[in-house]
């Protein structure tokens, strides 16, 4: 949704299937521009990350005279692709510590370039007029006790515990075995997909109870409460066959291929500039996925509104 190594996200809403799908093909009002500047932006694989380059992209484009170019690749190929310079910025990083380790400290071929001011957090969830019939159900203490309220075709005889897309790394499957918790991981397939279920159950008013994670536009759709896992301490995630505590609170960062870092001129400053809330990402975000703006228009729009946001970006 959202990851450290030990987690990932699903899917991006709006682009199919669950692999990195190559979006350098797009039209840019730059692309015949005799001698253009360009820029080059790694989309991650869901719609919050989107938002960020959507208005990025807006931005470079027509108030910096730039063409800029996005592809679409998983999170730790994106590492590769920036450190070789086929990308030049990734916009959104949930935490990679054995990337960040090769490329920044040891490899200097990518620079960090700060943090999007957004903290993300992957949790489980229960929709909330489930918590108002049974408020102990948030701890996961109790999750076995309800565990045939969440049974489904594809679990069986034990709970379903709802994830985005199998090609994702999560802790979820050591979890539900190191609680011992009588759960089945079941992947909708996409975040497309899992949204889509996650909206019939709701509809339905049925129990459910999913891998999430904030910021999210689905929220505000519909609401939901997190279950309450063991604590999350700094280590408790090392080794992902024993994990058996909470994902945790990461500031989101952003890199720059290092070249790019040095030489991107006002590109390169603007992306070191650019920062938002999680208001802001959630805003874009919800046009884009939910009132089905393209990303360009919902970039428009949110520009539009929020001039003294990013003016201080080019500055």
Known sequence: MRVRTT?????????????????????????G??????????VQSWVGAQANVAVAQYLLEHKLG???????????PAWDALSQGRVD?????????????RYVDDKKTITRAGGL???????????????????????????????????????????QLMDGSPSYVTNDKALVSNLKLNYQVVFAGSEAAQI????QFAKEKKPFLTYWYAPQWLFKKVPMTEVKL??????????PAEVACAYPHTPLEKYLNTDFARHGGKAAAFLKK?????????EVSLMIADQKLSPADAAKKWVDSHPATWKAWLS
């Open 7 to 31: 987690a990932a996200v699903a899917s991006l809403v709006l682009l199919t299937g669950c692999g990195a799908a190559d979006m350098t093909k797009q039209a840019s009002p730059f692309a």
């Open 33 to 42: 521009a005799q001698g253009a500047k360009s820029v080059t932006l790694s």
């Open 66 to 76: 730039y063409r800029v170019d996005t592809v679409q690749v998983d999170e730790v």
């Open 89 to 101: 910025a990734i916009l959104e990083d949930w935490g990679h510590p054995d990337q960040e380790k």
């Open 117 to 159: 001011g957004v903290t993300g957090h992957i949790g489980w969830y229960v929709p909330t007029y489930l918590v108002k019939q049974h408020p102990d159900i948030t701890n996961w203490k109790n999750l076995n006790d309800y565990s045939s309220l969440f049974r489904t075709a594809e679990s069986g005889n034990k709970g």
């Open 196 to 199: 889509t279920q996650i909206r």
């Open 230 to 239: 063991p604590a999350y301490k700094e280590g408790c995630d090392t080794d």
């Open 274 to 282: 650019f920062r938002w809330t999680t208001e802001d990402q959630n």
